[in-house]
């Protein structure tokens, strides 16, 4: 029988909390592995027994980034209009996600340090699932273009990484954020929505 683990999912999840709080306050220049084991009253230890290397916690900080915003959109229930859930998964799950993890969103969505590992590329892929999947419900009520999938996705995504991007730097009307949010989303389902019918009208010439 093996030696029992030391540090499990409760150490990460600390270990994260910590790093993120160290990250948002003083910048990641801030942070080292043992600033983060004492913030948890911890030896550095644990953090090389979870993550194994200062760089191994940033790109742990990036995967976690991503478990943030598919727990946001999960958290956005499904209703009998496509169009709508889409919309609200980005309005009211990627929006506050970046607003309330700003770190943890320029650390996975605009820049990071360190060369991105299989542990990131995965989770990434697994939050670009969720969006994936509503807009293909949205494609079957052909309230969407068919076909395309990715290029939707990354139309999609470039929307609210910009928002998000011009939100945190105070680029947005104070106090009419998520207004400019759902106005700017519905704006180009919209047109997505014109395309489609467009696509159907031709197509049945």
Same mark, same amino acid.
């Given at each position: !029988?093996?030696?029992?683990?030391? =540090?499990?999912?409760?150490?990460?999840?600390?270990?994260?909390?910590?790093?993120?709080?160290?990250?948002?306050?003083? *910048?990641?220049?801030?942070? #080292?592995?043992?600033?983060?084991?004492? $913030?948890?009253?911890?030896?550095?230890?644990?953090?090389? %027994?979870?993550?194994?290397? $200062?760089?191994?916690?940033? /790109?742990?900080?990036?995967? =976690?980034?991503?478990?943030? +915003? !598919?727990?946001?959109?999960?958290?956005?229930?499904?209703?009998?209009?496509?169009?709508?859930?889409?919309? $609200?998964?980005?309005?009211?799950?990627?929006?506050?996600?970046?607003? @309330? =993890?700003?770190?943890?969103?320029?650390?996975?969505?605009?820049?990071?340090?360190?060369?991105?590992?299989? *542990?990131? +590329?995965?989770? %990434?892929?697994?939050?670009?699932?969720?969006?994936?999947?509503?807009?293909?419900?949205? /494609?079957?009520?052909?309230?969407?273009?068919?076909?395309?999938?990715?290029?939707?996705?990354?139309?999609?995504?470039?929307?609210? /990484? *910009?928002?998000?991007? +011009? @939100?945190?730097?105070? !680029?947005?009307?104070?106090? #009419?954020?998520?207004?400019?949010?759902?106005? #700017?989303?519905?704006?180009?389902?919209? *047109?997505?929505?014109?395309?489609?019918?467009? %696509?159907? /009208? !031709?197509?049945?010439?």
């Amino acid at each position: !029988m093996g030696r029992p683990r030391l =540090h499990g999912e409760r150490t990460r999840a600390a270990l994260l909390e910590a790093a993120e709080a160290i990250v948002g306050g003083e *910048g990641l220049d801030a942070l #080292s592995v043992r600033r983060v084991a004492e $913030k948890i009253g911890a030896s550095t230890r644990a953090v090389y %027994s979870v993550f194994g290397s $200062k760089e191994a916690l940033i /790109q742990g900080l990036a995967e =976690h980034a991503f478990e943030l +915003l !598919m727990d946001a959109v999960d958290a956005v229930p499904l209703s009998d209009d496509p169009s709508l859930d889409l919309a $609200k998964a980005l309005v009211s799950g990627f929006r506050p996600f970046a607003v @309330e =993890h700003p770190d943890l969103f320029r650390l996975a969505f605009v820049s990071s340090p360190v060369e991105v590992g299989p *542990g990131v +590329l995965n989770a %990434s892929a697994a939050a670009l699932t969720r969006l994936t999947g509503r807009i293909e419900r949205a /494609q079957a009520a052909r309230l969407l273009p068919g076909g395309d999938v990715n290029g939707l996705v990354l139309e999609l995504n470039a929307v609210c /990484q *910009g928002l998000a991007s +011009l @939100e945190l730097c105070g !680029m947005l009307p104070p106090g #009419s954020e998520e207004r400019v949010w759902a106005d #700017s989303v519905g704006d180009l389902l919209a *047109g997505l929505r014109t395309r489609a019918v467009a %696509s159907v /009208q !031709m197509g049945a010439r």
